[in-house]
């Protein structure tokens, strides 16, 4: 949705995320309470603020003049708490995670968290 929006495709790399999931729609997560991945439980307990470091290209270190894709992620991702992106999230249970394992949404929240 934000590549999309901001015209172009964003890397992944600039969010500095631990686990990427892939399918779904664009923000579900801000309904998400608690996942299971493989044996793996994480409670997902608040919206991840993002800050001036997800201007900088991940490849070459350089920092984008117009601040994107921050601006663009401000335009339609900003709340009382900053600019949000992406899920903070605590372990529960299980030790490991691997890629290509099934995700389970286990509780969803009628309410937006980023509300």
Not at 13 to 23: A, D, E, K, T, Y
Not at 33 to 57: H, M, N, Q
Request: proline share 5%; with cysteine; hydrophobic share 40%.
């Amino acid at each position: 949705d934000l590549s999309a929006r901001y015209g172009q495709p964003i890397d992944m790399r600039r969010f500095r995320p631990n686990v990427v999931l892939s399918g779904g729609q664009a923000w579900q997560e801000d309904h998400w309470v608690e996942l299971a991945i493989g044996g793996t439980t994480l409670s997902l307990v608040k919206p991840c603020t993002r800050c001036v470091l997800i201007t900088v290209d991940p490849a070459t270190g350089s920092l984008d003049p117009n601040r994107e894709p921050l601006r663009t992620l401000a335009s339609y991702r900003k709340t009382a708490a900053g600019v949000v992106f992406g899920m903070n999230a605590i372990h529960l249970a299980g030790q490991r995670l691997a890629i290509g394992e099934d995700v389970v949404v286990r509780q969803t929240s009628d309410i937006s968290k980023t509300a």
